[in-house]
């Protein structure tokens, strides 16, 4: 069974660029959560999607923006990068039952955004 | 709203040593609470979790307590090996206010031989 899957690995870009990252969820998840790390910081919460729609959002502006397809993958998007976008970006999943009310996400590798 | 504050890194010790990263919480309603561990280059790992108060998350030696009174959640390990040589974080999840995660800026974990 595969985990959580993200795409790409790493990607550099430069200031004022457009970007989409990727990702598959786990095998049984529908819902997708994005996630920002800085360098030496714990994960943000960007924003999370299920059914299609956005459920919940964080503290981020509207240049970042995500998209859930009908087989549950999701991809964010961010316009007009920052130097300050750089960082990793985490995808985690999670299945929408009883138990997932104690939100037990499983995350992917990341993508390591590099802005130039 | 939701915060949560670990103890400063990095911490070094040497192998067989005892481990405590402390982690205390604020959180308004009665989230669940969740250590993850990230090794370098990879993304998180779920390393334990406990979604009630006096419950003991525990998994590959390592163990944490829901404590409701102190509103901590402090991570322990009797003896640490190299290979748990990595960032610890501690996260909440309040059910009361959907999906999202708060995570901990993190603890740097290096075992020395």
């Known amino acids: 069974d595969a985990g959580v899957t993200q795409s790409p690995t790493h990607l550099i870009k430069t200031r004022g660029q457009q970007v989409t990252l990727r990702c598959s969820p786990k095998s049984g998840h529908d819902t997708v959560s994005w996630y920002q790390q800085a360098l030496g910081q714990g994960p943000q919460f960007i924003f999370q999607y299920y059914e299609e729609e956005e459920r919940q959002r964080g503290n981020f502006p509207d240049r970042f923006s995500g998209h859930q397809f009908p087989n549950y993958s999701s991809e964010l998007n961010v316009n007009a990068l920052l130097l300050g976008d750089s960082a990793l970006y985490l995808c985690a999943s999670s299945p929408t039952t009883q138990a997932s009310l104690y939100n037990e996400q499983f995350f992917g590798p990341g993508t390591r955004l590099t802005v130039l | 709203g939701n915060s949560v504050t670990q103890m400063e890194g990095p911490v070094t010790l040497s192998e067989e040593a005892f481990l405590t990263i402390n982690c205390t919480y604020t959180a308004t309603g009665y989230p669940s609470l969740f250590w993850y561990v990230q090794y370098p280059g990879e993304g998180l790992q779920l390393l334990l979790k406990?979604?009630?108060?006096?419950d003991k998350g525990s998994n590959k030696g390592f163990e944490a307590t829901y404590r409701k009174e102190t509103t901590s959640f402090h991570l322990e390990k009797g003896s640490v090996q190299v290979s748990d040589s990595a960032v610890y974080f501690c996260a909440l999840s309040d059910p009361n206010q959907g999906g999202k995660l708060i995570f901990g800026q993190g603890t740097e974990l290096s075992v020395k031989p």
């Open positions: 406990a979604t009630k108060a006096d």
